[in-house]
């Protein structure tokens, strides 16, 4: 019966790591919610592509709106099993630039990037919680724990969104698993101007290659389906955090 599978909530997903994700989970059998903040004709065309997929608009920055998104999910499914905390927003300043990383773009990032995050995972754990298996995943960056990354507050932000997949892991137990993806360089519209840093990348990296946002959906989906794993931080990152 249809009511029988699982839901799956993917924020930022019309593009890059999420719609991956978006696409694989729907692969194996799981119904997703689609969402982003402005995209929402391609979303509604991308939720149309898969067997059974829907878009909801809602910008996760927003505290009723991402409370709206959880809930809109819900009513339309009956039910929510797993939550993929994707959308995530950045700014590129050098990190010697220190007067350009002022207080307005320390929000803007930490806005979305964590107060989102933490908004959207509180919105869903009620629901989370009457799964067999709830599950979250958080989308952090190598960036999170290396001396890495686009700037020095989006660095921060994805260090706290480790911090805070620990925290949750640690109470959201026995019915809730909480873990996260660190991702390294991965080929999405947001990295094609970053041909510097793949070129390191692929001269490094012990993978020697850029990622794919499938590469980093396989290991969300593994996360996903792994019962016995909580509060973990997976690296998706061609081994660049040996480097
Ligand atoms: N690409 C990388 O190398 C890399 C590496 C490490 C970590 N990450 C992380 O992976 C995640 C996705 O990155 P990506 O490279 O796949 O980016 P992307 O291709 O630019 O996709 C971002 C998605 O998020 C949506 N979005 C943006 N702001 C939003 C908001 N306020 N509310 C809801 N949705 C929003 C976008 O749609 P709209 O703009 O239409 O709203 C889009 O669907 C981010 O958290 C990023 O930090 C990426």
Known sequence: MT?????ALVTGSTSGIGAAVAVRLAAAGIRVVINSA?????????????????????DISDE??????VAEAVAGYGRLDILV????????IPHSDLEAAHAGVWREILDL????TWTT????????RE????????ISSVAGSRPAGSSVPYAVSKAAIEHMTRLLANTAGPQVRVNAVAPGLIETPWTKDFTAIAEHVRENTPLRRVGTPEDVAASVHGLIESPYTT?????????????
């Open 131 to 138: 799964s067999a298996d709830g599950v979250v995943v958080n």
């Open 121 to 128: 995972t509180v919105a869903a754990m009620p629901h989370l």
């Open 64 to 69: 009723g709106e991402a409370r709206r998104l």
């Open 113 to 116: 990037n964590v107060i989102g």
């Open 38 to 58: 402005r995209s929402a004709d391609a979303g509604r065309r991308f939720a149309g592509s898969l067997p059974e997929a829907t878009y909801i608009q809602a």
């Open 231 to 243: 509060g973990a931080v997976l690296s998706v990152d061609g081994g660049a955090h040996l480097l």
């Open 3 to 7: 009511d029988d599978k699982r839901v």
């Open 85 to 92: 905390n994707n959308a995530g927003t950045t700014k590129v």
